[in-house]
């Protein structure tokens, strides 16, 4: 994952902002132009989400899948464990 810095140019994970825009605007975010705040903020925003949906796993249900027809349950007085070892 690479972010950006408010000026464009590529930077650290853990940077806002780059060498050369840390040099023009300083370190304390308190002094910076609004634009740039808003951008870092925005950067911020798309890396969590990034973050957030890094572990995602795609899940398919075996009957939302299309041609596949439902087996009608034939053993009602087994237990749900018993059937699920009977169909592997």
């Known amino acids: 994952m690479i972010r950006h810095c408010a000026c464009g140019n590529p930077i650290r994970l853990r940077d806002s902002i780059c060498k050369k ?3 023009e605007y300083g370190s304390d975010p308190s ?5 740039v705040t808003y951008l870092v903020q925005q950067e911020q925003r798309e890396v969590d989400r990034k973050r957030l949906h890094d572990f995602d796993l795609p899940f398919i249900d075996e009957q939302m ?4 027809k439902i087996r ?3 053993n009602f007085d087994k237990e749900p464990d018993e059937l699920v ?4």
């Open 21 to 23: 825009c840390r040099i």
């Open 31 to 35: 002094g910076w132009p609004e634009w």
């Open 65 to 68: 899948l299309p041609n596949t």
């Open 72 to 74: 009608p349950t034939e």
């Open 85 to 88: 070892w009977e169909r592997q």
